[in-house]
């Protein structure tokens, strides 16, 4: 089984990052994990899609098909999801190829705040409804006043989320696993 973890913001050293790199470490070993990176996505524009789509945007929807589930991490600002995320999600929701549909996607979130990140994940469930991404309904992982929750290079520490984070994980290969079931790929 392989997934994809996408983080939501382009900061070097993002909190939501910081929690895509943690679930690297808390997945089992039989799991291959690799993390796409939408900093080179150009602003959507219908004007450049057609096809073929710009390279950037093949190869991020490239790695989504090939994933068997996808882990969104993201940020929250102004009460939603950031625009550089919803442009990766515009960019791979369009063209022929789309690659969210019916894939199993797990959403999680950070800030420095005291919500973590609630209205973000809000909005993105919402979203990926929208392009028939399939979201694991529970747990919520909403972790907030992450800077006190992180080590030095963004990692989460604090045991109460990562008992959380475990069992989100834990419930997502089982998603992924009935999901792949019901579509005759296991």
Do not use: C
């Amino acid at each position: 089984m392989h997934i994809l973890g996408i983080s939501g913001s382009l900061r070097e050293k993002s909190y939501n990052t910081g929690l895509i790199r943690t679930a690297s470490l808390l997945l089992p070993e039989d799991i291959t994990f690799s993390i796409a990176s939408i900093r080179d996505l150009p602003l959507y524009d219908g004007d450049l899609d057609v096809d073929p789509q710009p390279p950037a945007v093949v190869e991020f929807k490239k790695h989504i098909e090939q994933a068997d589930g996808v882990l969104i991490a993201t940020p929250e600002y102004n009460y939603s999801y950031p625009g550089v995320l919803k442009n990766a999600i515009d960019w791979a929701s369009r063209g022929t190829t789309r690659p969210f549909h019916d894939k199993p996607v797990a959403i999680v979130g950070a800030s420095p705040g005291n919500f973590g990140a609630v209205l973000a994940q809000t909005d993105l469930r919402r979203l990926m409804y929208a392009v028939s991404g399939v979201v694991v309904p529970r747990p919520e992982l909403l972790v907030n006043n992450v800077h006190s929750k992180v080590d030095g290079h963004g990692i989460i520490t604090d045991e109460a989320t990562l008992k959380v984070y475990r069992t989100l994980l834990t419930n997502f290969i089982d998603y992924i696993n009935h999901s792949n079931l019901k579509r005759g790929l296991s």
